[in-house]
């Protein structure tokens, strides 16, 4: 087991996982609209969110209208796609809150010309981000950086077209400079399979392009105790295994 000191990392049981983390980011939220007046919102895509937005759509009184929304990454499919973060996140939550529809920024990842489409999300991407929601592949990655991607190391610019190794291979994704500037991270983290990545990101110096986590290994982490499992946390009064 690894002793490590890792804060702000919460380990939560699966029947209140969806309702802590929706209350995490419903506080991350509030917190930025009372110090700026606004929050610059980028939302995870995956599954891991799903049953966290359904609970955060029943947060109707937060400052949905002081809100814009981004996505951290997008397949390169139609936005009616099953496969689209977009197509999650509307049916879970942005159809379900007072979001201004213009301010949703969805991510046109399927242009044939995703250069362009690249170059026009980061003309409308809000830098820096007030709260950046990531999940984590159980390879590590995080939007759609993954390990050993040449996206990595870009220093530029803040979107950028990717070929991801599983499938949807196509995307768009966010780029460490716009992860790294984020004012509020919360890492959004649930099963066993994951409980590897999980160690390597929180427990160990693993560069970013073996573990695109290590870029967030500071930031608020969101677990249930399958994902928590190969941790011995002990800083946070997160549960010891
Ligand atoms: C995506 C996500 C990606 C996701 C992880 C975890 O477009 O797939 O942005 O980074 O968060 O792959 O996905 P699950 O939550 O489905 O395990």
New binding site residues.
């Given amino acids: 087991m690894t002793r490590v000191d890792i804060p702000r990392v919460q380990v939560l049981s699966p029947a209140t996982y969806a309702a802590r983390a929706a209350k995490a980011i419903a506080d991350a939220l509030r917190a930025s609209v009372l110090e700026r007046g606004s929050c610059a919102l980028a939302l995870?895509?995956?599954?891991?969110p799903r049953p966290v937005y359904a609970s955060l759509a029943g947060y109707t009184a937060l400052p949905w209208t002081a809100t814009q929304v981004y996505f951290?990454?997008e397949?390169a499919v139609a936005p009616n796609d099953p496969e689209s973060?977009y197509t999650m996140a509307t049916t879970t939550l942005l159809r379900h809150v007072p979001v201004r529809p213009s301010h949703v920024h969805r991510m046109p990842a399927e242009r044939p010309d995703r250069e362009a489409a690249a170059v026009a999300y980061q003309i409308a991407l809000a830098e820096p981000l007030d709260v950046l929601l990531?999940?984590?592949?159980r390879d590590g990655?995080?939007?759609?950086l993954f390990p050993g991607s040449p996206a990595l190391d870009e220093r530029e610019r803040s979107v950028v077209p990717v070929q991801a190794p599983v499938a949807p291979v196509s995307r768009l994704t966010v780029t460490p400079r716009v992860v790294e500037a984020a004012r509020r991270v919360i890492v959004l983290v649930t099963g066993e399979a994951k409980a590897g990545a999980v160690r390597t990101a929180l427990a160990t110096d693993a560069p970013p392009a073996v573990c695109p986590a290590r870029l967030v290994a500071d930031a608020t982490w969101l677990l249930d105790e399958a994902a928590a499992s190969e941790l011995r946390v002990h800083a946070t009064g997160a549960r010891v295994p």
Avoid: P, Q, V
């Fill in positions: 995870a895509g995956g599954n891991t951290g990454d397949r973060n990531l999940g984590m592949g990655h995080i939007a759609s």
